[in-house]
């Protein structure tokens, strides 16, 4: 257990060097108009905007059948679906696996409204931080059943070496 412990970052930053080109799927998700509806209000994001919130005017105006799920809404669910494609397969404590932003994100395609997606998660790169830990870059996109992306992004973690105790 100490050798994972290592302040460098040695150990820790060994073994997840070992993760670079793992990639897990999230299970399928849907995401409901009063779902969209909530997020509007919680947020302010789409507040307003008929293309989110007026499925009727919204079936006969876009080519998309209905409304569609607000981006910022897409990239909230994000830490659920990493959650299920990736943390169990990695052996660490997630609450060490601290969110450290966005190299790129993009919104690639609309989502519509209860349509199926999920998210592919490729771990990309690692490298160790001066003073412990590693920083983890990874691939994600959100797809739609037919294999769509709607969302593609470069997402970072920081992994302090504490959250290698528990694997």
Same mark, same amino acid.
């Given at each position: +257990?100490?050798?994972?412990?290592?302040? /460098? *970052?040695?150990? !820790?930053? *060994? &073994?997840?060097a070992?993760?670079?080109?793992?990639? /897990?799927?999230? =299970?399928?998700?849907?995401?409901?108009?009063? +779902?969209?509806?909530?997020? !509007?209000?919680?947020?302010?994001?789409?507040? /307003?905007?008929?293309?989110?919130?007026?499925?009727?005017?919204? !079936?006969?105006?876009?080519?998309?059948?209905?409304t569609?799920?607000? *981006?910022?809404?897409?990239?909230?669910?994000?830490?659920?679906?990493?959650?299920?494609? +990736?943390?169990?397969?990695?052996?660490?404590? @997630? $609450?060490?696996?601290? $969110?450290?932003?966005? =190299?790129?994100?993009?919104?690639? $395609?609309p989502? @519509? %409204? /209860?349509?199926?997606f999920?998210?592919? %998660?490729?771990?990309?790169?690692?490298r160790?931080? &001066?003073? *412990?830990?590693?920083?983890?870059?990874?691939?994600?996109?959100?797809?739609?059943?037919?294999g769509?992306?709607?969302?593609?992004?470069?997402?970072?973690?920081?992994?302090?070496?504490?959250?290698?105790?528990?694997?």
């Amino acid at each position: +257990m100490s050798e994972t412990r290592d302040e /460098g *970052g040695g150990a !820790a930053a *060994g &073994e997840a060097a070992g993760w670079v080109g793992r990639q /897990g799927l999230s =299970d399928w998700h849907t995401i409901s108009q009063e +779902m969209v509806a909530d997020y !509007a209000a919680l947020s302010g994001d789409g507040a /307003g905007e008929w293309v989110h919130l007026d499925p009727a005017r919204a !079936a006969a105006e876009l080519p998309y059948g209905g409304t569609i799920v607000q *981006g910022f809404f897409q990239v909230a669910h994000l830490t659920q679906l990493f959650a299920e494609a +990736m943390c169990d397969g990695l052996g660490i404590d @997630p $609450n060490h696996a601290l $969110n450290y932003g966005f =190299d790129r994100l993009r919104f690639v $395609n609309p989502l @519509p %409204v /209860g349509a199926p997606f999920r998210a592919r %998660v490729t771990v990309s790169g690692v490298r160790p931080r &001066e003073g *412990g830990g590693v920083f983890v870059t990874q691939d994600v996109t959100l797809e739609r059943e037919d294999g769509t992306p709607t969302l593609v992004a470069a997402w970072l973690f920081f992994v302090d070496p504490r959250a290698f105790a528990a694997g």
